[in-house]
């Protein structure tokens, strides 16, 4: 099972932190999701999870469901980097 780190600005990080979202989208592809703060950067943010398959989970990265987490969540999608365990 690979495990990620995906980083990206929001607009509002209590918001974030606070959001329902991350849990409702990936919970079908994901588990033991971890959140970090940027503690140099206010408004950037990171995700690490365990993707069972990864294919599903860019389904649901290019999803309308997926762009309207993170609409919700006030993701920059522009800043959006994701990384792959090696």
């Known amino acids: 099972m690979p495990k990620l780190i995906a980083t990206h600005e929001v607009d509002d990080?209590?918001?974030w932190l606070s959001s329902p979202k991350r849990a409702e989208v990936?919970?079908?592809?994901a588990?033991?999701?971890?959140t970090?703060?940027?503690p140099a950067n206010p408004n950037r943010v990171g995700l690490s999870m365990e993707v069972a398959d990864m294919?599903?989970?860019q389904a649901i990265m290019t999803s309308d469901a997926g762009a309207e987490a993170?609409?919700?969540d006030g993701?920059?999608?522009e800043t959006?980097?994701?990384l792959v365990a090696s």
């Open 31 to 34: 588990k033991d999701i971890c």
């Open 75 to 77: 993701v920059r999608p």
């Open 55 to 57: 294919a599903a989970f």
């Open 80 to 82: 959006l980097v994701v």
């Open 26 to 29: 990936f919970a079908s592809v």
């Open 36 to 38: 970090f703060v940027d």
């Open 70 to 72: 993170m609409k919700y």
């Open 13 to 15: 990080v209590a918001h």
